[in-house]
């Protein structure tokens, strides 16, 4: 009797053992470990989930291209290979039609505003049927993606002919529009090209500068606002599925508005970043246009927004709601 009552409490005992595993989740990553919403943003929330799951969850980021590519990490996440991953979502623009509203020129000044309307706009169903398979995690956007040049680029007539780096369609179609050449390439391409002289300018935000070393091979930068740059932060709805109740407690808790406000504030360190090491180099040169200048860069970008609405499904709608939402978190609502 007493060997069975020692064998019933050491089996409970290997039980509740086991039961104490966490469950590990793959968080791909396919960029580079130094960059800042790397260490300011990932990392830090990945610990946070794994403190508030009370050991029932961890998170194994994957930073480089071991797990997933840019182009291919919506695919490993929806066959199984991660669970999370970083989406560029100008790279997959056809699949999440409506949320490249936040990527559209002049429709945002700064990363935070631009994320906490996206995940407003999630919340309140106009991007659903895009998420069927993946859930978002955060919704944040490398805004005020402009042109660094290797010759001073001061007006539009500057930009005519000017062969432009592009590695996404609404860039593209903005240097287009502006009368400039859009050349399309993976970013980790721009400096090469700068330096062959392939290209004149790359089209991309501060927190370009520094991984792919853009200052070293151009010396004039236009701060102004041509687009964005989507970056969802995805997770597999299968993998939150099989998740104890406790562990989808905290992903509910921390996902969304926090881990989104966690992803702009790093975003906006790297345009500081990039806008600091660029000023220390001597030669360079940061082009303020004057506001009539801008004036007319806007309003000739403005047929991308539109088309951009007569193509998406329900798009005058949700750029309506977008900007309500924008014009909403500037009156500080």
């Given at each position: 009797m007493k060997l069975a009552v020692l064998a019933a409490a050491l089996f409970a005992a290997g039980t509740t053992a086991a039961s104490a595993e966490p469950v590990q989740l793959?968080?791909?990553?396919?960029?580079?470990?130094?960059?800042?919403?790397?260490?300011?943003?990932?990392?830090?929330?990945?610990?946070?989930?794994?403190?508030?799951?009370?050991?029932?969850?961890?998170?194994?980021?994957?930073?480089g291209m071991a797990l997933a590519t840019p182009q291919n990490v919506l695919d490993r996440i929806q066959n199984g290979v991660a669970d999370m991953g970083y989406m560029l979502v100008g790279q997959f623009a056809d699949q999440f039609r409506r949320s490249t509203v936040a990527m559209m020129p002049y429709e945002s000044r700064n990363p935070q505003e631009a994320a906490l309307a996206n995940w407003r706009l999630y919340e309140k169903g106009l991007f659903a049927d895009e998420f069927a398979r993946v859930m978002p995690l955060a919704m944040p956007v490398f805004t005020n993606m402009s042109v660094h040049s290797r010759k001073p680029i001061h007006t539009m007539a500057d930009l005519k002919g000017v062969k432009v780096a592009s590695m996404s369609r609404t860039m593209s179609e903005v240097i287009d529009k502006l009368g400039g050449t859009p050349i399309t390439m993976p970013p980790a391409d721009f400096y090469s090209s700068l330096q062959r002289g392939t290209v004149d300018a790359a089209g991309i935000g501060w927190p370009g500068i520094a991984p792919f070393k853009l200052n070293e091979v151009t010396t004039y930068h236009i701060q102004t606002s041509l687009t964005g740059e989507g970056a969802h932060q995805i997770m597999s709805r299968d993998s939150y599925a099989k998740l104890p109740d406790k562990a989808k407690r905290t992903i509910d808790k921390l996902g969304g508005l926090h881990y989104s406000k966690m992803y702009a504030d790093a975003i906006a360190a790297m345009d500081k970043q990039g806008i600091d090491m660029t000023n220390a180099v001597p030669g360079q040169t940061i082009v303020n246009l004057d506001p009539a200048e801008e004036a007319r860069w806007k309003a000739r970008a403005e047929a991308v927004v539109n088309e951009w609405a007569a193509k998406t499904p329900d798009g005058p709608k949700v750029l309506a709601a977008y900007r309500a939402e924008i014009a909403a978190i500037r009156a500080g609502k």
């Open positions: 793959k968080y791909a990553y396919p960029g580079a470990p130094q960059a800042l919403i790397y260490t300011q943003a990932m990392v830090p929330w990945t610990e946070e989930v794994k403190a508030a799951s009370d050991g029932t969850l961890e998170i194994k980021l994957f930073p």
